[in-house]
C-alpha cells in the first residue's frame, strides 16, 4: 500500500511540475491513432490507386466498401466472409498464430472471423426454403400422429389384484 502511494505522490509532484506530462501521457495511453482512421472515400481513379498502394493492394484487386456511411472511406473489402481457420495451415506466416502476412490488410468485420468465431466456410447445402419445408413435414407428421392416435389410450395393462373369495383371509402372519 505504502509503494502506491508512493507512486501516486510521485506522480503528483511530477504533473505538478510539468502540466504537459500529463496530456502527453494521456496521448500515450489513448490507444487510438489519427493514422488508423480510412481516408475519404476514392472517387477518382487516381484516389482509387493511391488508396490501392496504401493498403498494399494492386489496383485490381483493390475494391473499398461502399459509401453508405459506416465511416469504412477507403478500407478495402477483403476476406469475403471466410474465416481464419479456412488459410493454409502450413504456409510460413510472419504472424503465424493469427496467420497473417505484414501489411496485410484484414477485414473490416475481423473480430466476426477470427479463429474462435463463426465462419461461412461454404454454401449451405440447401436453401432456407427447402429446411423449413422440413420442419413443416417433420411437424404435420408429428401431429397427425397425435390427432390419429389420440383415441387409442397406451398404458401399462395392469388389473385388481384377484382373490379366489372376497372378504376371506387367505393367509396370516400370526402363529
Not at 413435414?137 to 401431429?143: A, D, N, Q, R, Y
Request: net charge positive; glycine share 6%.
Amino acid at each position: 500500500m505504502s509503494a502506491l502511494m508512493k507512486t501516486l505522490c510521485l506522480a503528483k509532484q511530477m504533473s505538478t511540475s510539468n502540466p504537459r506530462l500529463s496530456l502527453q501521457i494521456a496521448r500515450n495511453l489513448a490507444g487510438w491513432n489519427k493514422d488508423y482512421t480510412p481516408g475519404t472515400y476514392p472517387k477518382t481513379e487516381k484516389e482509387r490507386e493511391a488508396a490501392a498502394k496504401k493498403y498494399y493492394l494492386l489496383p485490381e484487386e483493390y475494391k473499398p466498401y461502399a459509401d453508405n456511411g459506416l465511416g469504412y472511406g477507403d478500407y478495402p473489402k477483403v476476406g469475403g466472409g471466410l474465416g481464419v481457420e479456412n488459410k493454409d495451415s502450413y504456409y510460413p506466416y510472419d504472424y503465424p498464430e493469427h496467420k497473417r502476412n505484414f501489411n496485410e490488410p484484414i477485414s473490416a468485420d475481423h473480430d466476426l472471423y477470427s479463429e474462435d468465431r463463426y465462419s461461412q466456410a461454404e454454401k449451405p447445402r440447401y436453401n432456407n426454403s427447402y429446411y423449413f419445408l422440413c420442419f413443416l413435414g417433420v411437424m404435420s407428421g408429428c401431429l397427425a400422429l397425435y390427432y390419429w392416435l389420440e383415441d387409442k389410450k397406451m398404458y401399462r395393462p395392469v388389473a385388481a389384484k384377484q382373490y379366489p373369495s372376497d372378504g376371506v383371509k387367505h393367509y396370516t402372519f400370526e402363529r
